[in-house]
């Protein structure tokens, strides 16, 4: 009986990838370590790379760890890693930063989390993605049965929901929905008397920053707003809210140029305390792009991106402007200072900044759980 080999790095790689000798050595050099990785983290590691049409990932190396259970029965070793059930694989690809936290499914249809972050080479071109996979395939199934038990309950008192209300919580809820309602309008007069200043300045910097403020101010009325229609206590719907930014901020900084800004992603919702971190967060960083990424451009775009995690939720917001020295003191104003306290201290989160003549990319997470 002859038993097959399996393929290694340099054999998938040459036959299955277009990286030249030089990176492939580069990624050989990592595989040799992948395997302390998943014994030192109890989980199974991997390296893919993109195949020969560079749209589809496939898996070069994989490590089981010794000290643990693996996810997987057999070796995946170039199998594809499909963008449907591997989003993070996909996204470290693209965005060239590292990803954390996201829900996947293995080639052996098990549900896992995947930590990415990307392999470059000496020029800094993504050559790989190295890749920590945890199971979760068990908490997935709790809060299935969780989510099944709530809805049965929910089913069983719709009938009974009218004479169970509380009247004292309807009208606490109708109160709360007033107060909402006030605080929108006194922060909307704020912005009416700030745009009206922004009008009377005497020069454009001076009317760059009435511009800016009145923004600012405009994204937390938003949260209000929202909180104003909503039925769900002190829950905010994160794109509806984003959306709302952008209008606000295209109605007031954006009409300058013909610049297009595009929300997409997951449905995200958090409480209105994260929501106001966040809604600044965003206005800030699209501001920043619609004053700097476009300079010299009649025209540009905007990408605001929603990618939901099992602890934590990542926000990309990028463009395709001339970009920016992230090293330089000029590319670091009052805005970036904001977003960097914002994200620390309020959504104890990470913020990443890329940057090139391709334009900008910055990423920031935060916990679903306070």
């Known amino acids: 009986m002859t038993i097959k080999q399996t393929p290694s790095l340099w054999q998938l790689c040459r036959s299955m990838t277009c990286l030249p000798e030089k990176d492939i050595l580069r990624l050989e050099e990592l595989a040799g370590s992948i395997g302390y990785m998943a014994d030192l983290t109890g989980s199974d590691v991997f390296i893919d790379c993109m195949d020969n049409t560079g749209q589809t990932a496939v898996v070069v190396a994989q490590a089981k760890p010794n000290s643990a259970s693996s996810n997987y029965l057999c070796t995946v070793l170039g199998q594809p890693a499909l963008q449907e ?14 990803v954390r936290d996201i829900k996947a499914v293995t080639q052996e249809n098990r549900t896992v989390k995947q930590d990415v972050v990307p392999i470059h080479n000496d020029a800094g071109q993504v050559i790989g993605v190295l890749i920590r996979e945890t199971d979760i395939s068990q908490a997935v199934q709790r809060e299935k049965k969780y989510r099944l038990l709530a809805q049965e309950r929910e089913d069983r008192n719709d009938s009974l929901l ?8 309807d009208e606490n809820a109708a109160a709360m929905r007033e107060v909402h309602h006030r605080v929108k309008n006194n922060l909307q007069m704020v912005a009416s008397i700030l745009n009206i200043q922004s009008r009377k300045a ?25 909180l104003t229609n909503t039925s769900r206590g002190d ?17 007031i900084c954006g009409e300058h140029k013909p610049i297009t800004i595009t929300v997409v992603g997951d449905d995200l919702v958090v409480d209105s305390s994260k929501a106001t971190s966040i809604a600044l967060v965003v206005n800030e960083l699209i501001t920043n792009c ?20 099992s602890r934590y939720c990542t926000i990309t917001v990028e463009d ?18 904001i977003v960097r306290l ?9 913020l990443r900044i890329q940057s090139g003549s391709g ?10 759980l306070s």
């Open 320 to 337: 395709d402007g001339i970009g920016f020295d992230t090293t330089s003191r000029s590319g670091n104003g009052l805005g970036l200072d």
């Open 202 to 226: 005497p020069t454009p910097q001076t009317r760059r920053i009435f511009e800016e403020n009145t923004s600012r101010v405009l994204s937390i009325a938003a949260i209000h707003d929202i």
């Open 290 to 309: 619609l004053d700097s990424a476009f300079e010299g451009r009649e025209n540009g775009q905007i990408l605001v991106s929603l990618q939901g995690g």
């Open 342 to 350: 914002t994200v620390r201290d309020k959504l104890g989160g990470n």
């Open 235 to 251: 829950e905010v719907p994160l794109k509806p809210l984003i959306d709302k930014v952008r209008r606000n901020i295209q109605s």
């Open 359 to 368: 334009g900008t990319k910055v990423l920031f997470d935060f916990k679903i």
């Open 85 to 98: 059930n591997e989003p993070a694989v996909y996204r470290a690809f693209y965005t060239r930063m590292p």
């Open 162 to 169: 009218s004479l169970s209300l509380n009247p004292e919580q």
